[in-house]
């Protein structure tokens, strides 16, 4: 079992920036590909960004390439999603996901990842 435990959520101005984090208890860390999703109130949860376990394959969502960077420190189990340029459509509960992946693959379909944080909230004013 995987625990995985998101922070660094938050209230924000559009246009502000915010670092999520994502630790996750599990020592052969390197061994998951991890991805982040959000949800707003509403809405379906929806995929955000993906990382291969050596963090060699990055994937972002369209509506979020180039303005958000997910990365990860393995020695620290941490993953971690930078985000920038935020706007009220960013607005919502930010879930960290991990699937266990020895190839080294990307996931991206929500129903891949076995493990999930409890989520932090994101909100951005306009």
Same mark, same amino acid.
């Given at each position: 079992?995987?625990?995985?435990?998101?922070?660094?959520?938050? &209230?924000?101005?559009?246009?502000?920036? &915010?670092?999520?984090?994502?630790?996750?208890?599990?020592?052969?860390?390197? &061994? %998951?590909? +991890?991805?982040?999703?959000?949800?707003? @109130?509403?809405?379906?949860?929806?995929?955000?960004?993906?990382?291969? /376990?050596?963090?060699?394959?990055? %994937? %972002?969502?369209?509506?979020?390439?180039? *303005?958000?960077?997910?990365?990860?420190?393995?020695?620290?189990?941490?993953?971690?999603?930078? +985000?920038?340029? &935020?706007? @009220?459509?960013? +607005?919502?509960? %930010?879930?960290?996901?991990?699937?266990?992946? @020895?190839?080294?693959?990307? *996931?991206?379909?929500?129903?891949?990842?076995?493990?999930? /944080?409890? /989520?932090?909230?994101?909100?951005?004013?306009?």
């Amino acid at each position: 079992q995987v625990q995985l435990v998101e922070s660094g959520g938050g &209230l924000v101005q559009a246009g502000g920036s &915010l670092r999520l984090s994502c630790a996750a208890s599990r020592r052969t860390f390197s &061994l %998951y590909a +991890m991805g982040w999703f959000r949800q707003a @109130p509403g809405k379906e949860r929806e995929f955000v960004a993906a990382i291969s /376990g050596s963090g060699g394959n990055i %994937y %972002y969502a369209d509506s979020v390439k180039g *303005r958000f960077t997910i990365s990860r420190d393995n020695a620290k189990n941490t993953v971690y999603l930078q +985000m920038n340029s &935020l706007k @009220p459509e960013d +607005m919502a509960v %930010y879930y960290c996901a991990a699937a266990f992946s @020895p190839s080294d693959g990307l *996931r991206r379909d929500r129903d891949r990842f076995d493990h999930w /944080g409890q /989520g932090t909230q994101v909100t951005v004013s306009s």
